[in-house]
């Protein structure tokens, strides 16, 4: 079954072209709850209204105003707001290679799938081409009045097109102080050491389902034939010790027992 | 699990969950803080009168102007027929889910297909001592090690990798592996043999144009521009409107500046920032900012105001 084209373009890596068929490649299994009034379970809508005298204003009445003070804003009006956009463009551009992993995951916002759209030859041949030298590009094009940055990959002989997150989105890891206390004593580290080495696996995403969301169905079905839900308490595992040292030293005598028993 | 009309408590600075994190006997109890600004400015909504606008929900039958305690959560059956769940029926499915992270398997971080990574938050340490979060920290990081286990937030299964950095720990939500699609479900054709010949004028290309990331490519221009105009009118003192301290819409949580990375470090045990917030930009959204967006915006908005 094959999906829908959300948008098509064509990527330019320096003089050469590639048309593509943009797919998304991530899909959404959540649960979609409403919000009720809670005497008659009917749906809320949401109304706009004054804050001065909560009259009620309509959507279409509505300016938009950028804050610059505590209490002061500029008014903009559509038509400026309009001016602002980026013009309309099929093409993503290619402004530079970089190497595989430079671009830290944290950047990623939304993968899509490109498709050939009519030139396979260019299409695979720059998939393959990227896979060979891994490198990812960055893309930056407009698709529906907003532009975007992304980074071109190669993923199993077919491109995709990750857009990236803005540059002041992302708070660095370094531009917070760490935790501090006394220095940690060597064993300790050890220990915790020989611990994650003991739970050392490869990462099988496959291996981990949403069981949640069934027991959520489950819950709506029980609830819909007018039984009632049952209602489990969560008791914490009675803790053992609150030392850490303990904890680990336990931790790494039940690991070797089990391996021990096979 | 995402509500189509969310209503979220106006600070997003909050802690989204506190918990344990356990690997083998050893707790780690923990709260999450977002990692990433909310993009772009919030533009404000005003009315023909110039007064602020604000948001209320209203009952789609009789019209009576609710409040948050008289909204509930409904999953529609069938047309129009809903049942309703509390928050802790949904928090009782999975008790323990809901409030540990049960690292059981240690994956190395370059493992990880970064099509997986979802969204992140710092780990701040919520218990007394803090010694069992700098030990996992410091192990993981040496090691490039992340931990993965699922957990349950906000009525929501996550698949989740824990990963520290700067003796920070941080959770990074993944999709589900049924979650991301695959060439074959988007119907993309099977790959075929390449030519060497095409393939090379392509390598040609990359090798032409490769170069070091530059972050400043990153940044979002249609902000930039909106600031500019913003500052023309402002120095030519056009269009400007006071919306007076107690009219000003309910998400500015009373006028209290909140700056995600002071929260954070604060949370953190440290004194200030190490560096001063960056300067904000992103893109201004085109349709009025969701409530709770406008909230997590202000921050932005604020800083550029100061």
């Known amino acids: 079954m094959a999906a829908r084209a959300i948008w098509k373009g064509v990527v330019h890596v320096g003089t050469l072209q590639v048309p593509v068929k943009l797919y998304t490649a991530v899909v959404d299994h959540s649960v979609r709850f409403r919000l009720l009034h809670k005497t008659d379970k009917q749906p809320v809508k949401q109304q706009l209204v004054s804050a001065e005298n909560d009259e009620t204003v309509e959507y279409a009445q509505v300016k938009k105003a950028f804050p610059i003070a505590r209490g002061r804003l500029v008014m903009l009006e559509k038509e400026e707001l309009e001016k602002l956009e980026p013009k309309d463009s099929r093409d993503i551009e290619i402004t530079r290679f970089v190497n595989h992993g430079d671009i830290d995951h944290r950047w990623y916002e939304r993968a899509y799938y490109l498709g050939p759209d009519g030139d396979q030859k260019a299409y695979f041949a720059a998939a393959a081409a990227l896979a060979r030298k891994k490198k990812e590009g960055v893309a930056r094009w407009v698709m529906r009045d907003k532009s975007y940055v992304g980074a071109l990959r190669a993923e199993q002989g077919y491109l995709m097109l990750i857009t990236l997150r803005h540059a002041d989105e992302i708070i660095a890891a370094d531009a917070l102080k760490p935790p501090g206390g006394r220095p940690l004593a060597q064993r300790e580290i050890d220990m915790a050491h020989q611990l994650l080495q003991a739970l050392h696996d490869r990462f099988d995403p496959e291996q981990y389902k949403d069981e949640y969301r069934e027991r959520v169905m489950e819950l709506i079905e029980t609830k819909a034939a007018g039984r009632k839900p049952k209602v489990v308490k969560f008791r914490p595992k009675s803790k053992e010790t609150d030392d850490v040292t303990d904890a680990l030293a336990a931790s790494l005598a039940g690991m070797k027992k089990r391996t021990a028993r096979g | 699990m995402a509500e189509e009309d969310d209503i979220e408590q106006p600070a997003g600075m909050r802690s989204f969950w ?9 707790t780690v109890p923990v709260a999450l803080y977002a990692a990433s600004r909310p993009r772009g400015v919030a533009l404000k909504m005003i009315g023909p009168d110039e007064a602020p606008v604000r948001r209320r929900y209203v009952c789609s039958k009789d019209g009576k102007v609710l409040d948050a305690d008289e909204i509930v959560r409904g999953y529609e059956i069938e047309k129009g027929k809903f049942v309703v769940v509390s928050d802790d029926e949904l928090e009782a499915i999975e008790p323990r889910k809901s409030r540990e992270i049960d690292l059981r ?3 190395d971080v370059d493992d990880i297909d970064p099509m997986y990574f979802e969204r992140a938050y710092f780990l701040v340490p919520a218990g007394g001592t803090n010694k069992a979060y700098r030990l996992l920290a410091e192990v993981m990081e040496k090691g490039k090690q992340a931990g993965i286990a699922t957990f349950v937030m906000r009525a929501k299964e996550y698949m989740v990798a824990i990963l520290a950095e700067n003796g920070i720990l941080r959770a990074e939500t993944l999709r589900f592996a049924d979650e991301l699609r695959k060439p074959s479900d988007v119907g993309l054709p099977d790959v075929p043999k390449t030519a060497a010949a095409d393939v090379k004028k392509f390598e040609n290309q990359i090798a032409k144009h490769a170069k070091k ?4 490519e990153f940044l979002d221009d249609y902000t930039e521009r909106l600031e500019k105009l913003v500052a023309a009118k402002e120095r030519k003192k056009e269009d400007i409107v006071r919306a007076p301290e107690e ?11 909140v700056d995600l990375l002071a929260v954070l470090s604060r949370s953190l045990g440290g004194g200030g920032a190490r560096k001063p917030a960056k300067k ?13 967006t406008a909230a997590k915006k202000k921050s932005s908005a604020k800083r550029r105001a100061s």
């Open chain 2, 105 to 107: 398997v240690f994956v």
């Open chain 2, 18 to 26: 506190t918990g344990t994190i356990t690997f083998g006997l050893v």
């Open chain 2, 247 to 257: 009219l000003r819409d309910e998400d500015e949580g009373g006028g209290e500046v």
């Open chain 2, 213 to 216: 990331v530059n972050l400043r």
């Open chain 2, 280 to 292: 904000a930009s992103g893109t201004a959204r085109k349709k009025a900012p969701a409530k709770r």
